[in-house]
C-alpha cells in the first residue's frame, strides 16, 4: 500500500515508458532488476509502457509487471516483432511501422519516463525524450536508473557538460537519477 504522501506524488502518472534492452546483460545480470521494475510499478498502481519485446530485459519488465495485476502496453514495430518476439500477452499491443512511429506512441501513452540499464536503442529512447523535455515538446518527468553505477559515467558526462557551459543547469535538473525504482520514482516530480 502506497502512503499518502507517495500516491500525491505519482498521482498524475498512470503509466510510465520504461526503457531497456531485449538483451539480459552479462550473464542475463539485469533480467531481476527489469522484473523488479514492472512488479513496483504494477504495486504502486502504475502502468507500464515498454518497447513491446517478449525477450530480455523487456519481456521480463512486463511478465513481472503482468504477474502482479498491472497494465501493460507494448509497442514494437513491425520489423522488429520477430527480432524481439512481440509479446503478445500485454494488455495491448501496437504494432507500427517505423521507430519514430514507436517513440511518440510511447510518449503519448505515458506520463512519465525511465530509462534502464541498456544499450544504443535505449540511449535513443532515453535522448529524444530528454531532449523533448528540454524543448518543452512535454513536461513530463523523466528518470534514469542508476542500478549499481551503470549510469555514473554517463551522469559525469551531463556534468561536465552542465560545468562547460553546453547544457543549463535549468536542463540538467530535468533529469532525476537514483540507484533504485523507489528513490527514482520519489525523485520524480
Given at each position: 500500500m502506497l502512503s499518502p504522501g507517495e500516491a500525491y506524488l505519482l498521482g498524475d502518472m498512470k503509466r510510465i515508458a520504461v526503457f531497456c534492452g531485449a538483451r539480459g546483460g552479462r550473464g542475463d545480470a539485469y533480467l531481476p532488476l527489469a522484473a523488479e521494475v514492472g512488479a513496483e510499478?504494477?504495486?504502486?498502481?502504475?502502468?507500464?509502457?515498454?518497447?513491446?519485446?517478449k525477450v530480455g530485459m523487456m519481456g521480463a519488465l512486463a511478465d513481472a509487471a503482468l504477474a502482479a495485476g498491472g497494465e501493460v502496453i507494448g509497442v514494437i514495430p513491425a520489423s522488429l516483432a520477430t527480432v524481439e518476439i512481440a509479446h503478445r500477452g500485454v494488455t495491448a499491443l501496437h504494432v507500427v511501422q517505423t521507430m519514430h512511429e514507436r517513440k511518440a506512441l510511447m510518449a503519448d501513452l505515458s506520463d512519465g519516463f525511465v530509462a534502464l540499464p541498456g544499450g544504443f536503442g535505449t540511449m535513443d529512447e532515453f535522448f529524444?525524450?530528454?531532449?523533448?523535455?528540454?524543448?518543452?515538446?512535454?513536461?513530463?518527468?523523466?528518470?534514469?536508473l542508476n542500478y549499481e553505477g551503470y549510469y555514473d559515467r554517463l551522469i559525469a558526462l551531463f556534468d561536465a557538460m552542465l560545468e562547460d557551459g553546453m547544457v543549463l543547469r535549468r536542463t540538467r535538473e530535468l533529469l532525476a537519477?537514483?540507484?533504485?525504482i523507489a528513490e527514482l520514482l520519489a525523485s520524480m516530480r
Open positions: 510499478l504494477a504495486r504502486r498502481g502504475i502502468g507500464v509502457v515498454f518497447g513491446g519485446g529524444e525524450i530528454v531532449t523533448w523535455r528540454q524543448l518543452e515538446i512535454h513536461d513530463k518527468p523523466v528518470g534514469l537519477t537514483a540507484p533504485t
